[in-house]
Antibody, heavy 118, light 107 residues
Framework: EVSLLESGGGLVQPGGSLKLSCVASEFSFSDSPIHWARQASGKGLEWLGHIRTKVNDYATRYAASVSGRFTISRDDSKNTAYLQMNRLKTEDTAMYYC?????????WGQGAMVIVSS | DIQMTQSPSTLSTSVGGRVTITCRAS??????LAWYQQKPGKAPNLLIY???SLQSGVPSRFSGSGSGTEFTLTISSLQPDDFATYYC?????????FGQGTTVEIK
């Protein structure tokens, strides 16, 4: 089954770091741009950023709210994308999703919960 | 950033009823608009892309229309499985942005 599966969520203190992983199954991961989005409990969806493919030099782009703190990377040999989150704030508490697509996202992971609290 | 505004925020409808949700963009996004359905505790599911193209596997009772700044999602005959929250999303310009969501409730 075509899928994405996030892992690495958890509880972290403000100012801390966390790295999420997103493993792809049953599709050509290396040919797919991967995006990350988040959703705070009971709230709407926020696009965070993306990483393009090798042919596009693995270019990345970020939302202003996370630029300079979050970094998206990928390892095509492992069919895995990553979201490195540094200098976390309480307002970063949310469910984090990785997504496949170039604009409209046809595959979403099940999400990884990140709680930033002291 | 392009702001996406959905209306209404909540909709109460009976099974079999017709539902129309509107999404307005703060500037033209051509037809680069997607619609998603989200059920509690689940990730969103793509329904419509490029304003009116039905995603594979999505029932034909879902349809989308519009271009520029105004778009609609229509459910022609609401089924019990359709009670959920619906989001629009523009992918014309970075950062991609979502509407605030429309919750369809049982009347």
């Amino acid at each position: 089954e075509v899928s994405l599966l996030e892992s690495g969520g958890g509880l972290v203190q403000p100012g801390g770091s966390l790295k999420l992983s997103c493993v792809a199954s049953e599709f050509s991961f290396s040919d797919s741009p991967i995006h990350w989005a988040r959703q705070a409990s009971g709230k709407g969806l926020e696009w965070l950023g993306h990483i393009r493919t090798k042919v596009n030099d693995y270019a990345t782009r970020y939302a202003a709210s996370v630029s300079g703190r979050f970094t998206i990377s990928r390892d095509d040999s492992k069919n895995t994308a990553y979201l490195q989150m540094n200098r976390l704030k309480t307002e970063d508490t949310a469910m984090y999703y990785c997504l496949r697509g170039s604009g409209a996202f046809d595959i979403w992971g099940q999400g990884a919960m990140v709680i930033v609290s002291s | 950033d392009i702001q996406m505004t959905q209306s209404p925020s909540t909709l109460s409808t009976s099974v079999g009823g017709r539902v129309t949700i509107t999404c307005r963009a703060s500037q033209s996004i051509n037809r680069w608009l997607a619609w998603y359905q989200q059920k509690p505790g689940k990730a969103p599911n793509l329904l419509i892309y490029k304003a009116s193209s039905l995603q594979s596997g999505v029932p034909s009772r879902f349809s989308g229309s519009g271009s520029g700044t105004e778009f609609t999602l229509t459910i022609s005959s609401l089924q019990p499985d359709d009670f959920a929250t619906y989001y629009c999303q523009q992918y014309d310009t970075y950062p991609y942005t979502f509407g605030q969501g429309t919750t369809v409730e049982i009347k």
